[in-house]
T-cell receptor, first 115, second 119 residues
């Protein structure tokens, strides 16, 4: 069975602070995909990144960066110099590669960035 | 990028009525569509998976007769909440999956969601 744990529930930072959102996952599959989604107050899920289990290269994209550590089953997400517009709920998700693969979501982290 | 639409975006209905929510993939044919339910400040819970032309596969605990899913074409799936009650009030999100590259790349796109309020 797959499981995604986002231990943090709510984080509040002041604008321009860096913030890291944690994600730990469990799966028996050797090949899988990890995702981060952002859900602003409007409700629509915004895709941020996808990582394959065989690609541990970490990535930086603008103010966003991701740290995938297979050894600790973690896929953390960092926002540098946070902005008010970053305020949203952030979901980490896991998907296996079977024919009937499904996305398993974590419980989400509510990020509030104060001006 | 690919777009998935949902209609309506918001619906308020009386208890006992049925509500239909449409999910369309606008510029691609989706091999599979998913329906999720999200309670306030909670995660997305998968309700069912549907493939075009076949019966939907429901997750454990989801009532098939309560939440009717019809996947009539590769671009349209509908969710009907039958005899809705206040506890059915929730945010319903559909998602469409496309497989490209001879099955090598699976991409899932999400609709904007439908907020259902049952009075």
């Amino acid at each position: 069975a797959q499981k995604v744990t986002q231990a943090q529930t709510e984080i509040s930072v002041v604008e321009k602070e860096d913030v890291t959102l944690d994600c730990v996952y469990e799966t028996r599959d050797t090949t899988y995909y990890l995702f981060w989604y952002k859900q602003p107050p409007s409700g629509e899920l915004v895709f941020l990144i996808r990582r394959n289990s065989f690609d541990e290269q970490n990535e930086i994209s603008g103010r966003y960066s991701w740290n995938f550590q297979k050894s600790t089953s973690s896929f953390n997400f960092t926002i540098t110099a946070s902005q008010v517009v970053d305020s949203a709920v952030y979901f980490c998700a896991l998907r296996d590669t079977g024919a009937n693969s499904k996305l398993t979501f974590g419980k989400g982290i509510t990020l509030s960035v104060r001006p | 990028g690919a777009v998935v639409s949902q209609h309506p975006s918001r619906v308020i209905c009386k208890s006992g009525t049925s509500v239909k929510i449409e999910c369309r993939s606008l510029d691609f044919q989706a091999t599979t569509m998913f329906w999720y339910r999200q309670f306030p400040k909670k995660s997305l819970m998968l309700m069912a998976t549907s493939n075009e032309g076949s019966k939907a596969t429901y997750e454990q605990g989801v009532e098939k007769d309560k939440f009717l899913i019809n996947h009539a074409s590769l671009t349209l799936s509908t969710l009907t909440v039958t005899s809705a009650h206040p506890e059915d009030s929730s945010f319903y999100i559909c998602s469409a999956r496309i497989v490209t590259g001879q099955g090598a790349l699976v991409t899932q796109y999400f609709g904007p969601g439908t907020r259902l309020t049952v009075l």
